[in-house]
Structures are given as structure tokens and as C-alpha cells.
């Protein structure tokens, strides 16, 4: 396969894993639902599980970038940008391909924490956290790693709640609890975003 075929395989399969899940999804589906033979597959993936790295880091890469971009358009300041967080994070539980976080699924699959797929799903909480640890520095928070930690923590919890419908709004209420939380650390900011 040309580059731009690998790129497209992993697109494809990215969607395929998304909504059926990595153990779930054989390599008989990924050929049928990606249009892509076995041996093309190989060709550029020694397994299954190189796939589904390649396919986690491309998932990271758009979601970071999606999620970042959205929270600067939505505030001009850094106290602004993590309150806005809950606000991209509803208008994505909002769409209809939505089906929960991804890293969330593989770290569920993959649990030993020498893996792989489990480490490079623990890699992307991680740079969420240093980004958002960075944003709350900029903001003037007192412990600025502590607040990250725990909006991070009312992150995940919402995606985990709106993937299993539990709560009728989940960002929001993440979102109100976001901003008690922003409220002590930082006086100003907070109106950019609500």
C-alpha cells in the first residue's frame, strides 16, 4: 500500500475499532467494514495490536487538536479555556456517532499497564493533563497540577456518564462543578466562558 493507503487503512480502522471494539472486531471485519485485504494489512502492520497503537495515536492526535482549537474558540483566557472544556465535551456527546472515549475502551481491554495499547492510552490522559496543568498555571491557580487533576478527573467521569447514559447532561454538570472549582483558585477569567 502507497502511505496515503496506510493513512486511510488506519482511518477506516479507528471507526471499525471505535464502535466495535478492539478484542470484538476480528481481522475478518476490519478486511469487510475497511475494503482493505489481510495481506495489504500485514504489509504495513505486523499485528493487530500495531494496528490498533497506530489507530490510538491518530485518535489522539484529532482529539487533542479538536478539543484544544474548541476551547479557544470558545474563551480568550486560560480560566475561560478549561471551563469551555465542558462545553466542547457536550457538544461532542451531542453528535450522533458519539460512543464514549476510545483510550478509556482500550485501557478496559488491554488492562496490563506494560502493554502497549494500554500505555499509549494512558499517554494521551496524560498529555490532556499537562496540557490542561498548563492552562490552570497561566491562569494563576495556586496548586495548578491539583486543579488539573481533578478537572480532569470531572472529565472523564462526564464521557463515562454520557457514553452509558446515566445523567440527562453530563458536561454540564461536570461543567457547574468545573466552576466551583475555578471559582477559588482564580477571580478572573471565568466570564469569557461562563
Not at 457536550?90 to 453528535?95: C, D, N, P
Not at 464521557?159 to 457547574?176: F, Y
Amino acid at each position: 500500500m502507497r502511505p496515503n493507503k496506510r493513512d486511510e487503512l488506519v482511518s477506516k480502522a479507528l471507526e471499525v475499532f471505535y464502535h466495535g471494539g478492539f478484542h470484538a472486531t476480528g481481522m475478518d471485519t476490519l478486511v469487510k467494514e475497511t475494503g482493505i485485504s489481510k495481506t495489504s494489512i500485514y504489509k504495513h502492520f505486523r499485528t493487530k495490536d500495531d494496528l490498533i497503537i497506530a489507530v490510538l495515536r491518530l485518535r489522539d492526535e484529532n482529539f487533542r487538536t479538536w478539543l484544544f482549537n474548541r476551547m479557544e474558540a470558545l474563551s480568550d483566557t486560560p480560566a475561560g479555556q478549561l471551563l469551555a472544556m465542558f462545553t466542547a465535551l457536550g457538544e461532542w456527546f451531542g453528535k450522533p456517532e458519539f460512543a464514549g472515549c476510545m483510550f478509556i475502551k482500550a485501557s478496559a481491554e488491554f488492562q496490563d499497564r506494560a502493554h502497549p495499547v494500554y500505555q499509549q492510552s494512558t499517554e494521551h490522559k496524560q498529555m490532556l493533563l499537562k496540557h490542561f496543568t498548563g492552562l490552570a498555571k497561566a491562569a494563576g491557580a495556586s496548586d495548578p497540577s491539583g486543579l488539573a487533576r481533578q478537572l480532569l478527573t470531572l472529565k472523564e467521569g462526564a464521557i463515562v456518564l454520557a457514553a452509558m447514559s446515566v445523567t440527562p447532561d453530563p458536561a454540564e454538570d461536570a461543567r457547574h462543578t468545573a466552576r466551583m472549582l475555578l471559582k477559588p483558585h482564580l477571580a478572573e477569567g471565568l466570564t469569557a466562558a461562563g
